[in-house]
């Protein structure tokens, strides 16, 4: 049998739908659950839970093995961020806007860390930091956590610079800025929006970072990964579901704004 | 910035000599034997050039001609490897752009994109610590020189092409520079739009009298606006003069070809008579023509393309092949091979010129009075 067009359409139309409808539930559908499941109100983990509540947020903001492990996150996650920047901005730079020999091997030697296998990059890690005295170090881990997220810094910077015309800084010199003016008026404030992006990407990736910490990491230094690690491996604490919906309502507030402000470098 | 009475007349009537502003009022720019080498590549050799104030100049040749070698130069992007750049009367060779009291458009208008028309056109001003009120008041006023009242608040990216580049004019005005630099400003815009700003540059240059340097690689665009043009190929100037000489008087063979769009005769044979004319032996005829140059170094018959016609003239006379026909409107172009000589491009009344096929043989001419011999470079 043919079918008509008309009826090959409509099929078409449906299964697209179906297909959608199905791709976002896939992707919804953990979120969704984690979050309903984190105002269980029941000390154990069960579905669907028999009391609803805010137990396992209060668990969470009293509980001091929680506490210490979000406030050591953050203690973490920050100064990557600045860290990233601070590192990233001159390399873009120099990448960009010098005749520095041998800028591309900065480049993508830069990015090495996004491609290198995670474990691998661990065990190395390990290597180098116990050589420096810096295992189960709190600046140890700031060290590894830059490592990790300064490609993503770079290449967000690096982007963002690229559509920068050298032109901008050249008007603004002729029209009577210092160079010093030129580079921050124009330039860098230009790249601001991006640096922004890359420091939200950069915290975001330290604070999610739940591989490093088992090699480096040390006695005192439970990251918020490794606490969820850590209980899960004595049975299921419901808490988990609390903290979990924590993290990702914060990463993607943090990721959007990360997004929006990358997004305006680019008018 | 104001129109007032006190300013020196515009300089639109150029000597003939084409090179004034030494004497008198003094230059505006001058460029005494600048050079500049990157390596072992000589990007600009030894350029002498006075530019008088309120005068419109181009920077005309082909990409790597060291046009934009000089302009760097003269804005402060590069030094000078050796020579003086002076800006009324004071040496600027070495000193920062910013101190330079230029402006400067940019082809790809080089706006800020986080500031608004007010804020970009105000830049400079902001530098100057102009106050508040008085920007202001400049702003309103350049928005309404360039045509653009009420766009004040819009950002670059909310505009057209041709708007942007109308601001980017007004911001590099509006400090009242010593000069004003255009590298190649109308590049980036579309043919209509280009012919509608070459208007709107004239104007501004009239109303403002402003000192100008053009840069451009556009031969049309050199010859609608320019009070003199400097021909420039390999890093050197090669011909100064007004659009006028450059056109009906090049040179040499390269001005001749480059700006004219002349056909170049090789001759058998030329002697000089007196002063401007010489007997030249062309195309298997005897001629006497006008020439330039010494008369001692090898020479080429420079014919315009608009000179060649169908009717017989006294003159140098052309037989060959029709190669191509091409009708533009109101004049056909013609290409004809002529046998010892090679290709040969005219410019026909498309009127008279009906007859003219492809394959079949042709015979133009040209009046004597209309060719020049030309040195060979």
């Known amino acids: 049998m043919r079918l008509s067009p008309r009826t090959s359409d409509r099929i078409t139309r449906i299964a697209g739908f179906v297909t959608v409808t199905l791709a976002a539930a896939f992707l919804l559908a953990p979120v969704l659950l984690t979050a309903v499941l984190s105002f269980s109100n029941d000390p154990y983990f069960g579905v669907p839970p028999d009391t609803w509540g805010f137990r396992q947020y209060e668990t969470l903001f009293t509980d001091q093995t929680w506490r210490g492990a979000l406030m050591l996150s953050l203690k973490i996650a920050l100064p990557v961020g600045l860290l990233s920047a601070v590192i990233a901005v001159p390399a873009v730079f120099a990448i960009h806007r010098s005749r520095l020999p041998g800028r591309?091997?900065?480049?993508?030697?830069?990015?090495?860390?996004?491609?290198?296998?995670?474990?691998?990059?661990?065990?190395?890690?390990?290597?180098?930091?116990?050589?420096?005295?810096?295992?189960?170090?709190?600046?140890?881990?700031?060290?590894?956590?830059?490592?990790l997220a300064l490609p993503l810094m770079l290449v967000v910077t690096s982007a963002a610079l690229s559509r920068i015309p050298v032109e901008l800084e050249l008007a603004a010199m002729v029209t009577g800025a210092s160079r010093a003016r030129a580079w921050f008026g124009i330039t860098l404030r230009l790249l601001a929006p991006a640096m922004i992006g890359g420091f939200v990407l950069a915290v975001v990736t330290s604070f999610d970072e739940a591989v490093f910490i088992n090699?480096?990491?040390?006695?005192?230094?439970?990251?918020?990964?490794?606490?969820?690690?850590?209980?899960?491996?004595?049975?299921?604490?419901?808490?988990?579901?609390?903290?979990?919906?924590?993290?990702?309502?914060?990463?993607?507030?943090?990721?959007?704004?990360?997004?929006?402000?990358?997004?305006?470098?680019?008018? | 910035m104001t129109v007032s009475d006190e300013q020196i007349p515009a300089a639109s009537v150029p000597t003939g000599e084409g090179r004034a502003g030494t004497n008198g009022r003094g230059a505006a720019l001058e460029l005494r034997d600048v050079s500049k080498h990157f390596g072992s590549t000589v990007a600009l050799a030894e350029a002498n050039l006075?530019?008088?104030p309120g005068e419109f100049l181009t920077l005309l040749g082909p990409s790597g001609s060291g046009k934009t070698t000089m302009l760097r130069l003269i804005v402060g992007f590069e030094a000078p490897t050796s020579g003086q750049i002076l800006l009324r009367g004071s040496d600027i060779s070495h000193m920062s752009p910013a101190e330079r009291d230029i402006g400067m458009v940019f082809q790809q208008y080089a706006l800020f994109p986080h500031m608004t028309v007010a804020d970009n056109i105000a830049y400079g001003l902001k530098i100057r610590r102009w106050p508040a009120a008085e920007r202001k008041h400049k702003v309103e006023e350049m928005l309404e020189l360039i045509r653009l009242p009420?766009?004040?608040?819009?950002?670059?990216?909310?505009?057209?092409?041709?708007?942007?580049?109308?601001?980017?004019?007004?911001?590099?005005?509006?400090?009242?520079p010593a000069l004003i630099l255009m590298d190649e400003p109308l590049g980036a815009l579309d043919r209509t739009l280009r012919l509608q700003m070459e208007e709107e540059?004239?104007?501004?240059?009239?109303?403002?009298?402003?000192?100008?340097i053009y840069v451009t690689h556009d031969q049309q665009e050199a010859l609608a606006l320019s009070d003199r043009i400097a021909i420039m190929r390999d890093g050197r100037i090669v011909a100064l003069g007004t659009p006028e000489e450059l056109y009906y008087r090049p040179g040499n063979s390269f001005v001749a070809s480059f700006f004219a769009n002349a056909n170049l005769l090789p001759v058998d044979g030329h002697e000089r008579r007196a002063a401007d004319t010489a007997w030249v032996h062309c195309a298997g005829q005897e001629l006497e023509v006008p020439a330039v140059g010494g008369g001692g170094e090898p020479a080429v018959l420079s014919v315009r393309r608009r000179s060649l016609r169908l009717g017989p003239a006294d003159g140098l006379r052309l037989d060959g092949t029709v190669e191509e026909t091409l009708l533009f409107g109101d004049e056909r172009e013609v290409v004809m091979d002529v046998e010892g000589i090679g290709r040969v491009v005219a410019v026909l009344d498309a009127r008279d010129s009906g007859e003219v096929r492809v394959g079949e043989p042709i015979t133009l001419y040209a009046p004597a009075a209309d060719t020049l011999l030309v040195p060979e470079i």
């Open chain 2, 50 to 52: 006075s530019v008088r």
């Open chain 2, 201 to 212: 540059i004239r104007r501004l240059h009239r109303k403002l009298n402003a000192t100008v």
């Open chain 2, 150 to 176: 009420g766009f004040g608040d819009r950002y670059p990216r909310q505009l057209s092409g041709g708007q942007q580049q109308r601001v980017a004019l007004a911001r590099a005005l509006a400090y009242d």
């Open chain 1, 104 to 147: 591309n091997v900065l480049h993508v030697g830069g990015l090495a860390g996004i491609i290198i296998p995670i474990s691998a990059f661990a065990v190395a890690m390990y290597g180098v930091l116990a050589d420096f005295g810096l295992l189960g170090t709190y600046a140890g881990l700031v060290l590894a956590n830059t490592v």
């Open chain 1, 215 to 267: 090699f480096i990491g040390g006695p005192g230094l439970t990251t918020l990964p490794k606490a969820i690690l850590d209980s899960a491996r004595l049975g299921v604490d419901p808490v988990i579901m609390a903290v979990a919906t924590l993290l990702m309502v914060a990463t993607s507030i943090l990721m959007i704004l990360a997004l929006k402000f990358a997004r305006s470098t680019d008018e």
